[in-house]
């Protein structure tokens, strides 16, 4: 035990502060590799963890491939173009407009796709229209991940529990639509006075800003896209109603659009290539290999032994503290790495959860899809999201980004526990 608690804490701690030349993925993988080593993973099990999460990682490719057709069609860029439009020159509204585009990209296209692709066109909005970016800025942060509880596929790290524990969406929407709802109202509000002084009355849209955002072409592969992102979009809610794997409509939705970008002749391999982050994939996969040492241990069944315990003493003090210690987490050594923990810990009494305290479920899925919001370490979209404003010529110091989250975070994190448990008696 003691071996493999090491190698989780040695792993973490590269993954966060990444010497050079280690990036996340690599570190990952030297902590997958050291569970193989000192044979607490045997080899067998890693073609098995593989098979456990495929979906996850083919859903990922498929994500991927799917935005990298959206964004080569402008699809992002003519919907920033509308949000201006939508906005009508006040500062306020242009706020609240882009809430709610990074509420549907999210929701649709996952919370990492809303930090990837919004925040640049949200940093153009801003400096061409000479706006103060910080409000708008730290609307794509947050609302990538305060959305991100939606639907299955808003958020990636959803996937796990939701694969795991073989949920269908009836019972997901049941559980974390109102929720959902509650923190996104919650963020907003809390935006709006926190920022009041910064958000412009008005501003003028000018002619340099709707062309630098405008398409170069709303033509016909543009409409095809179109269709083919509902069409995707139409089918996350069919596999999710009839328990398939998510993947499946991922990729389906990737391969339609990609022969559409043959047959259009605007297949860009140079654009799919720069859209596909194929670390992630060695990442996700080395850290699932390095719970499985932490199952093989023992680890997560003394954590499933704690959360049955402390659940028997009542159902909402269970969710608080399921909510609050994902999140804490999720901080701390990032969500994907928490919810892998938090699933495998779950599952270790499962018969339990399967019964009457199968909102812990969804307490964890909210503790790690809000939780990021409190430091930039919290999830990958954060991260990106930094990392694409450094690029930018904007830095944003994390002690910012924390004070912020300490502000918006733990009510939205009482009400959407609160709202979970209120659920469970429904």
Known sequence: ????????????????VRPRPLNEATAAAIGALLMLAGGIVSPGQV???????????????????????????????WSALKAIKLARGHGRNLLLVI???GTAITTFFSNDATALILTPIVYTITTQLKLSPMP????????????????????????????????????????????SLLVIAINIAIFLLIFQKDIAV?????????????PAKTDSFFVFVCVGLALTALGYILASVNRLPLSWPALGGALFLLAGAVGFRRLKFEAVKAGLSWPIFLF???????????????????????ITNFASRGSLSAILATTLGTALG??????????????????????????SHRSLVYSSILGADLGPNITILGSLSS???????????????????????????????????????????L
């Open 284 to 306: 996700i996969f080395s850290l699932a290999l390095m719970v499985r040492g932490l199952e093989n241990a023992g680890i997560t069944d003394a954590l499933g032994k704690t």
């Open 136 to 179: 708008y800025i730290f609307a794509c942060a947050f609302i990538a991940n305060t959305a991100s509880m939606l639907l299955p596929v808003s958020n990636p790290v959803n996937l796990l529990p939701v694969d795991r524990f073989s949920i269908p969406l009836s019972e997901y929407m049941r559980f974390l639509l109102v929720p």
């Open 47 to 77: 073609i098995e963890v593989l098979r456990l999460n495929a979906n996850v990682l083919f859903f990922f490719l498929g994500l991927m491939l799917v935005s990298t057709m959206a964004q080569q069609a402008g699809f992002f860029q």
């Open 330 to 355: 999720s901080n701390l050594i990032n969500n994907w790495s928490m919810m892998m923990v938090s699933v495998s810990s779950l599952a270790s009494a499962d018969g339990f959860i399967e019964t």
């Open 1 to 16: 035990m003691f071996l493999a608690i090491s190698i989780f804490i040695l792993a973490l701690v590269l993954i966060i």
């Open 99 to 101: 809430f709610a585009l």
């Open 202 to 214: 008005r501003f003028a849209a000018t002619d340099d800003t709707k062309d630098l955002l405008r």
């Open 383 to 425: 991260m990106l999201w930094l990392v694409l404003l450094k690029q930018r010529g904007l830095d944003v110091h994390p002690v910012l980004y924390l004070k912020l989250g300490l502000i918006v975070v733990p009510p939205m994190l009482f009400t959407g526990a609160l709202a979970i448990y209120v659920g469970s008696l």
